[in-house]
């Protein structure tokens, strides 16, 4: 427990990457089994073990303290967790000579009867340090919150046994914690784990944005194009009688889509964009990702839901056929496997995602900046000779995604950076011009903190330094009126309406895409701009 | 005599009128009692000062010297007789040359404690317990989350990170008198024996802590020289935590951001003034440091200074022991 707990306590306060993956690598060398395979579980999210009540911890700890103590304890720290593992009022000082092991606790807590909870908590706070306390409630609380994806602790194992990371992609959905044949082949002691059943959900193959120059000198005979579909990618397993739709990141979303369940008439792993609307063999229109909302996140799903939202799969890619894995045959072998089962299967639920005929790129550029519908987001560009990789590979797979939109705001107000930005002012939020009160103001409208080079990012902050007129904690308010101020150009993905912004609006993904110091702050946007971008969008859909 | 006659709070801070004085003035004063040298307890501009002679050394460093018109040094331990009160000083334990004072008169007698804490701080003197009728504490870590870990535990967290990352530098903030010092003796005492970096503004007071036989080992002045700036990788650097956020910290290669202060101990402390490793160390009491003291010195009446008043005094309630808040204000904790 006590390797766990410091291994935390780092990880929430380490913000680069890299030094996240050497303490998790060190963590998953230094740690015996089965721990550090019940430590991996709970940071990759695939832990489970007995919750205990927020209540039932509160009671254990007034047990033993003043209840007004307790209270002004818990405001100035603000969390329940931590407040509980600082106050905890020990028997003794003593270090206990029996620290217990995080696997023999997970066992301990799943084996309890209902009523042994409490005594079994109470114990195991009292021979516990603080940190490892809080590690323990946190475990049990749910929600450790430490800024580290399951992906990174991959990449973590990855490097501990220097393997790919795709390799751990591959076989991640068919182990389980506390994974020691995954430990056993990474150090080198047995042979890669064999998959009991492909009936489970398989990582999916990712692909990377087209940066600048990336396909020059890459010839377009070699590639395939499709068009990238604004719903959500999802993959659908089937063998025997069992049928499982999971999100891409594995979490099982069946029960939300019988129509697609009940639809499915073939054996094998498919991986696809799901919709709502009509298949293109239906001949009606493809509808909204705002539509495709109306059905997501649901338990239940009404009859009436299925036929005013009715869901289906545009397919793209194939991973199994029946129980053979064909992930390792070429894009345009999988293709013809999967054509093959899109032809017979029903109409309605299924259809595949049509080629993008082009002969070079300049004429993709323009195919992306214009597609025939208003549902597609751009183009996707997938090497015809390449495998199934788990993971996201440059090369194999580019999206090429419609311009971004930009618009002209003010920066208002500025924070420290962390880490290696922490002596810089590096998060912006900016805002354009409205009429408030019969005048001209500017309102904030998003957030960017990232899009500039170290070279912008010296002139920003020098800027902030030399202009601040106001400080909140670690935040600068910034001197911005009509004709003084620092005007950046704002990029970002997409736009909607929003409440729980002031302005109204929120962006997707906004960063800065230029500074603009030879524009003074009038010329700036405004937010009837940004509102008519949310109305051109509704109306072009 | 009614202890609230002997000593009460004004504006200025802590009154005697008996033997007018004040202790620990906030504002110029025309007498000024000082039990340690923290800028927010020891200010410059009183005509007359009483403290002890490291506390009168340190404000001269920091002030320079005509920080006030007369200073009279005092030896810990020994009494005076100020306007009829009987004064002396006692170690607290906070920082170098920190004392507690102990006033008198008439069969009353009120400590007042300043900064003081328990644990074990090779850069001064251990706390004495001294009897009294009132005792008055300082309250900066006056809630039970506050248990202050074994600090030679902390500086091994340090001394693991420099093996684990040994190409990044470790910055230490730690405030310019006491801490620095003191985490910097905690290095050497647990075995690091390498060049220690330190920023401008601890250079004066660690040569005093070394002129007073405190051992720092090798300190350098962490200045870049032209291209060579690989001279930090993998060093200790320490320096005041304002300096951290500030473009100073520019010249070292991709720092680990460290912190030395009791208020390491909340996470979200930590997490919000972007501290990768925080380091558990306080001049301070912790809670149960505090508690103790009290039980300990079972005053009749125990006054609480700046901090976390409130908690402190619900504690005492519950332990049946006389207790308030003084509402002193302008005392931050610059010691931590």
């Not at chain 1, 440059?394 to 971004?404: L, N, Q, S, T, Y």
């Not at chain 2, 490291?54 to 005509?66: A, F, P």
């Not at chain 2, 306007?83 to 040359?97: N, R």
Request: charged residues 25%.
């Amino acid at each position: 427990m006590k390797a766990f707990a410091t291994l935390l306590d780092r990880l929430v306060l380490t913000p680069s990457r890299n030094g996240k993956l050497k303490l998790l690598t060190d963590y998953f060398r230094d740690t015996p089994d089965p721990d550090r395979g019940y430590g991996l579980a709970a940071i990759a999210g695939t832990l489970e073990v007995r919750s205990v009540k927020p209540a039932m911890l509160r009671e254990l700890v007034l047990e033993r303290m003043d209840e007004v103590l307790f209270r002004y304890s818990y405001d100035y720290v603000g969390d329940l967790a931590e407040t509980i593992s600082l106050v905890w009022d020990r028997e003794s000082d003593a270090e206990h000579p029996l620290q217990p092991r995080l696997g023999a606790v997970i066992r301990e807590m799943n084996g309890l009867g209902r009523t042994e909870v409490r005594a079994y908590v109470r114990g195991l706070l009292d021979r516990l340090d603080t940190s490892s306390r809080f590690a323990f409630l946190k475990l049990v609380t749910g929600g450790l919150r430490i800024g580290v994806s399951a992906r990174l602790a991959k990449q973590a194992l990855a490097d501990l046994g220097g393997k790919d990371v795709t390799e751990i992609e591959t076989l991640w959905h068919g182990l389980a914690p506390p994974y020691e044949p995954l430990f056993a082949w990474l150090e080198g002691r047995t042979d890669r784990p064999v998959l009991a059943t492909p009936a489970i959900f398989h990582s999916v193959m990712l692909s990377t944005p087209v940066g600048n120059g990336d396909l020059d000198g890459l010839d377009p005979a070699d590639f395939a194009a499709e068009w990238k579909w604004d719903g959500i990618r999802v993959q659908l397993t089937g063998f025997g009688r069992e049928r499982r739709l999971y999100s891409r990141s594995g979490d099982d979303i069946s029960g939300t889509f019988p129509d697609i369940i009940d639809a499915m008439n073939f054996e094998g792993v498919l991986d696809g964009e799901l919709l709502v609307g009509g298949t293109a063999r239906s001949n009606n229109p493809t509808r909204t990702f705002g539509d495709l909302q109306q059905r997501l996140n649901r338990k239940t799903v009404s009859s009436r839901m299925l036929d005013d939202y009715p869901a289906f799969i545009r397919a793209y890619d194939l991973l199994f056929s029946g129980d053979r894995d064909v992930r390792g045959e070429t894009y345009v072998e999988r293709r013809d496997r999967l054509t093959a089962i899109i032809d017979s299967s029903p109409h309605e639920r299924f259809d595949l995602s049509p080629l993008v005929p082009f002969s070079n790129w300049t004429d993709l550029d323009a195919l992306r900046k214009a597609p025939p519908d208003p549902v597609i987001e751009g183009v996707m560009i997938k090497r015809l000779d390449s495998t199934y990789q788990a993971g996201r590979a440059k090369g194999p797979w580019f999206k090429w995604k419609r311009d971004p939109y930009n618009i002209d705001a003010v920066l208002m107000y500025a924070q420290r950076g962390h880490g290696k930005r922490s002596s810089y002012y590096s998060d912006f939020t900016f805002g354009v011009w409205t009429e408030l009160d019969g005048k001209d103001q500017l309102v904030p409208v998003g957030k960017a903190y990232f899009g500039f080079t170290d070279a912008e990012l010296e002139q920003l902050d020098r800027f902030v330094r030399n202009n601040t007129t106001d400080r909140f904690g670690p935040v600068r308010a910034i001197r911005a009126t009509h004709d003084f101020g620092f005007v950046v150009e704002v990029a970002f993905e997409g736009i909607n309406r929003s409440t729980r912004h002031k302005s109204g609006v929120a962006m997707r993904f906004p960063r800065i895409a230029r500074l603009r110091e030879d524009k003074p702050p009038y010329e700036a946007d405004r937010l009837e701009t940004l509102m008519a971008m949310i109305d051109g969008d509704a109306a072009e859909a | 005599m009614r202890p609230e006659k002997l000593l009460f709070p004004t504006p200025e801070g802590l009154y005697c009128p008996a033997g007018a004085f004040h202790v620990d003035p906030v504002r110029p004063v025309d007498r000024a009692l000082i039990t340690h040298g923290h800028s927010d307890h020891a200010r410059s501009g009183h005509r007359a000062v009483l403290a002890t002679r490291q506390t009168l050394d340190i404000m001269k460093l920091r002030y320079g010297e005509d920080f006030c018109e007369s200073e009279q040094a005092v030896d810990l331990g020994s009494e005076l007789d100020v306007g009829g009160v009987a004064v002396s000083f006692h170690p607290a334990g906070h920082v170098l040359g920190s004392a507690q004072i102990a006033i008198e008169k008439e069969g009353m007698r009120i400590v007042v404690s300043g900064d003081y804490k328990r644990s074990a701080d090779p850069t001064c003197t251990p706390y004495e317990p001294v009897a009294c009728d009132v005792f008055i504490t300082e309250a900066t870590f006056g809630l039970p989350v506050f248990h202050h870990p074994d600090p030679r535990a902390e500086i091994g967290k340090l001394i693991t990170s420099l093996k684990q990352f040994p190409e990044r530098s470790h910055l230490v903030g730690a405030y310019a008198l006491g801490k620095a010092q003191r985490v910097i003796a905690l290095l050497r005492q647990a075995g690091y024996g390498e060049p220690i970096y330190i920023h401008g503004a601890l250079a004066k007071l660690c040569d005093y802590y070394r002129s007073q036989g405190i051992d720092l080992g090798e300190l350098r002045p962490a200045t870049v020289e032209r291209g060579n700036q690989d001279e930090f990788r993998g060093a200790v650097i320490v320096g005041p935590p304002s300096a951290f956020a500030d473009r100073w910290a520019r010249r070292f290669s991709d720092p680990v951001a460290s912190f030395a202060s009791g208020w390491m101990m909340v996470r979200q402390r930590a997490k919000q003034r972007g501290v990768e490793l925080p380091l558990v160390i306080s001049d301070h009491c912790d809670w149960p440091e505090l508690t103790q003291t009290i039980r300990e010195i079972a005053p009749e009446q125990v006054w609480v200074t700046h901090g976390r008043e409130e908690a402190l005094v619900r504690w005492c309630e519950l332990q049946g022991i006389a207790a308030r808040p003084l509402h002193l204000v302008g005392y931050e904790d610059e010691g931590d």
